[in-house]
C-alpha cells in the first residue's frame, strides 16, 4: 500500500544536505521527457500502489516532463494575488486536492559509485519512490531536492514514481501573484557520484581594492579524496583548497564587466567547472558598493511565466528575455518571488545583472486576516524558514551576479524572518540581506520600499525620510541604502511618473534605483471557438475566486513583445545622458555607468533631412562628463538627433544598437492654420452649409464631408476607455476613489450636446454647443469656429468649463466618426509609440507612419484607452481610395488617436478578441489636452503637473483633403 502522504509537513524528507550547483563530468542522465501521468481530484482518490513495478499504468496518458500540468490538458489554472484559493485553516489544505501521479522507466548504465536524483522544481509537494523504495518527500517548489539513490538504483532498467500535490501546508508559504500551476516543473536529473567525486564546492571569489582578485576555495569531497584547484586560463594549478590565493591576472567581475575566471576543481575521479566572478558587495556611506564603488539598479521583477507551458520556461527563452533587458537598458532582476531556475544564474553571471536572490517564500493571505496565524511569527514554522533560506543561498551562492540575498515577499514580519537573516549572514557573510516586509530594517541590510511616491523617494535621497519612533532603529535604517524592490506598475497603459523616481536616483547617492513591476505578464493563451488567440487572465478558467488581469502588468507581453512602457524605461534609465545645449554648439555627455567608461560608444549626429555624422569623443571615465563642441551643421537644420550606439559587437547585441539620445528643435512648421485673407464665405442651403471644401449639417454643426471624404465630427470628448491605472485608488489619494471612478459618478462617459448657436456671418461659420452629462449642471461650452482659404479648413475650438466639475477630465478630444478604415497613417510629431504627458519618454519627434489606424494600436489583454501620439504637427490619414484622398490634419502639435473602436467599445471589451476587426470605421481623437496615467494601479496616482483639472482649453487646427493618397 502506498506510504500516507503527510500535507501537514512543513519540510521535505529524505533529501541530502543543500549544496552548491556546478558543473561537473559525472555522469548525467536527464529524466525530462514523457512520462505516465494521471490526475486525481484529490489524494484520497488517487490510486493505490503506484510506487509497485507491478502497478498497471496502461490506462494513464503521459505528460511531459518539466510541465504545468494545468496547460497540458490537466484541470486548469487559476489565479489570486493575495488571497488564498482554500480556506485559511492552518496547516490544512482542502480534501480537493489535485493529485498529479506520474511514473517514468528508465535505464541507468553505470555499475560503479553512487548517483544523486535531483528535481529542481515540484509544485506543490512530492512524494518519490524508486524502484518501489520510498526516497521521501519534496516540499518548496521553486527549491531543489536532491535524494542519495546509491541504494535504490541498479543497473539496467528502473522505475522512479512521484506523487504530487496540488496543496500542501507549505501551500501558506506559496502566495505569491501567480497563477497556480502545479506539476514538476523544472528538470530532473539523475548524477552519479564517481567514489572520491567532488560532492560541494563553495566559491569566495572577492575583489580586493588593493591586491585584486582574491579566491578561497572550500570543496567537500567524497570518501576523504583530495581536491585540486586550478585555473587552466591562467596557467595555474595545484591551488590548495581552503586557502586564500591572489589571483594576478583575473579581472573584477561587475553587471558591466561580466569577467568570468574559470576554476576547476577535481578529484581522480571527478572535475567540476565553475565560472567564477571576482567582486565584493559592500555597505559603506549607505550606499551599497561593489568593488568599492557605489552601484546603480536599473532593474525588474521577474518571474517565470510562459504563455503555453506555465512556469516550465524552457532555458532558450530565458536567455532570450535576458538579451532583451540587457538591449533596454536593465542592469538588474530581482527573482520574484524566488529562486530561479538555474540556469538563470549562470545567464545573468555571463552577460551581466546584479541580482536579488529572492527565497521561496510568500505569506500574503494571511494580511487579509489581519496577519493572524502568519506563520513568519510562529515558532511552528521556523524550520520552513529556515530551511528554504538555506536551499536558496545553498544553490546559488557561487554566483558573482547575486549581490543580495531576499528571505521572500510580502510575508510580514516575525521571528522566523529574524532567524532567517540571522542564517543567512551566518552561511553566506558575503551578501547582505533584503526583505521589504521588515518595514522598521530590524533584521535586514537594506532599506527596501514599494511603490512609495516620488517625493518619498526624494526625501529619503535627501536623508529626510519620516523618522521611526525607535531611536536605535531610526539611526540603524538611516545608514542604510535604500531601494525599491518594486515600482512603476507596468500594467496597463504606462507606467506614468518614471522619470520623477529618476531624478531621485540619479541626485542621490542613498537611493539607488529599483525594480520595475514587472518584467513579463503571465497571460495564458487561449483561443475562440473560430480559433483567435488572446492572453486569458484571473476568472477566465471559471475560477470561483480570483484577481481578473492584475496578473497581466509587465513590460513585455507574456510572448514577450515590448510594450511601449519598456522603451520609455530604456529612455529613463539610460547609462549615458546626452545634453545638447540651447545653441547647439556644445553636447554634454555624462556617463552614468558606474564602472566602464565610455569607449564602448560611438556618438553620431544627423539633421532632419540633412547632414550627419560620426561625433568624435574621448572616452570618458565612470562618473565624469565632458562636453564637446558642435559643428555648425548642428544649428542649421530645424531638428537635430544625437545618438549613443554600440561601437562594437556586445554579446546582446550588435554593433550600432542605440542606448542614449537627445534631441533639439522641432519639426518644420506645419502650414498656418488661421484664416488667410483670401478667405471664403460659409453658404448655407437648406440643411447643408458648405464652406470651402467643408460640408456641414446646418442642424447639428458637424462636419460631414471634406472634399471627397467622408466624416462625422467633431463631437468633444472628455473621457477615455479607463486604463488599469485609472481605475486603481492612488496610493496618495486613497481618500479619493479611483480617477476612473470620478469621471463616471461626474458622467463624463455619457456627455451629451446641445446645439446653442450656428451662426454663418461673414466669413466664420462659429457652432456653439454645450456639453454635460444628464442629471446635474457641470458642462463645458464649446466654441469652434470654423473658416476656410477655399482649399482647407481652419477650425479654432474653444473649450470652457461651467459648474462645479467634481473630478478632473480625462481628456478634451474633439472627435470625429470616420466612416472608413483608415490606411497609410503618417504624422509629424513623437513617435513611434504613444505618449502621455506623464509617459513617452521614449517617443522622439520625427516623421512616422504605420499601415492603419489598427497599427496605433496597443494590445494590452484588458482593452483600455492607449496609442496616443503626441506633439503633432501634420496628421494623414489615408481615407477609402474611392476618395483618391487623404485626411490632412495639422496644428501647432496636438495629440491624437485613431483608433479602430470607439472608447465605449474599448471600455466594454474584456479581452482583445471582443473588438471587433476589420470594420470601416476609425476614431479619430484631436486632443487638446490630457490627463496623465501615473501608476495607481499600484502605487501612486497621477502627480499634479499632469492632471488635467478642468479649465479652459484652446486650440487651432487646419484640416484638407488633400489631392493624393
Ligand atoms: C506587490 C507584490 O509584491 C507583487 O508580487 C505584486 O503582487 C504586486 O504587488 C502587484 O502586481 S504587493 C502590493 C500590496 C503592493
Known sequence: MTEPFDLTAIVGTGGIAPRARFATDATLLSLNGDWSFALSPSLAEAPDGIESPDFDDSGWGTIPVPSSWPVQGHGSPAYTNVVFPFPIDVPFVPDENPTGDFRRRFTWSESDGGALLRFDGVDAAGQVWLNGTLLGTTRGSRLPTEFDVSDALRPGENLLVVRVTQWAATSYLEDQDMWWLPGIFRDVTLQATPAGGVHDVAVHADWDVDRG????????????????????????????????????????????????????????????????????????????????????????????????????VPLTVARAEMLQMKQYNVNAIRTSHYPPHPGVLDLADELGFWLVDESDLETHGFELIGWRDNPSDDPAWRDAYLDRITRTVQRDRNHASVILWSLGNESGTGGNLAAAAALSHSLDPSRPVHYEGDYDCEYVDVWSQMYPTQSHVDAVGRRAEQPLADAALQARRHAMPHLLCEYAHAMGTGPGGLSEYEASFDTYDRTQGGFVWEWVEHGIRQRTADGRAYFAYGGDFGEPLHDGNFVADGLVDADRVPRPGLADYKKVVEPVKLTIADDRASLTIRNRYDFVDTAHLALTWSVQGGAGGDLPVPAIAPGDSATVPLSSEAAAGALFTVRAVLAQDAPWAPAGHEIAWAQAGSLPAAPAAGPGSDSVAPETAGDVITLGPGVFDANTGHLTALGAIEVDGPVVTLWRAPTDNDRGVAQDRLDLPSDAELW????????????????????????????????????????????????????????????????DWARVGLEFALPWAADGVEWDGLGPDQHYPDTGQAARLGTFRVDSARDLHTDYVLPQENGSRAQVTRLRLGAPSSSGAALQVSGEGFSFTGSPWTSAELDAALHTVDLPEGRAFTRLTIDLAEHGIGTASCGPGVLDPYRLTPRTVTGVLRLQASASR
Open 744 to 807: 463616471r459618478r461626474g458622467g463624463l462617459h455619457r456627455l451629451r450636446t446641445r446645439v446653442a448657436s450656428i451662426d454663418a456671418t461673414g466669413d466664420v461659420l462659429r457652432v456653439t454647443t454645450h456639453v454635460g452629462p444628464a442629471g446635474t449642471d457641470h458642462r463645458v461650452q464649446v466654441v469652434l469656429e470654423w473658416t476656410s482659404d477655399g482649399t482647407a479648413l481652419s477650425c479654432s475650438a474653444t473649450v470652457t468649463p461651467h459648474g462645479d466639475w467634481p473630478s
Open 213 to 312: 582578485a582574491v579566491l578561497r576555495i572550500d570543496a567537500a569531497t567524497r570518501d576523504g579524496a583530495q581536491a585540486q584547484i586550478a585555473i587552466p586560463a591562467l596557467g595555474l594549478a595545484a591551488l590548495a583548497p581552503g586557502e586564500e590565493h591572489v589571483i594576478a591576472g583575473a579581472a573584477p567581475w561587475t553587471a558591466e564587466t561580466p569577467a568570468l575566471t574559470e576554476v576547476v576543481v577535481s578529484t581522480a575521479t571527478e572535475t567540476a567547472t565553475l565560472r567564477v566572478g571576482f567582486r565584493t558587495v559592500t555597505i559603506e556611506d549607505a550606499q551599497i558598493k561593489v568593488n568599492g564603488t557605489r552601484i546603480r539598479l536599473r532593474g525588474v521583477n521577474r518571474h517565470e511565466s510562459h504563455p503555453d507551458l506555465g512556469r516550465a
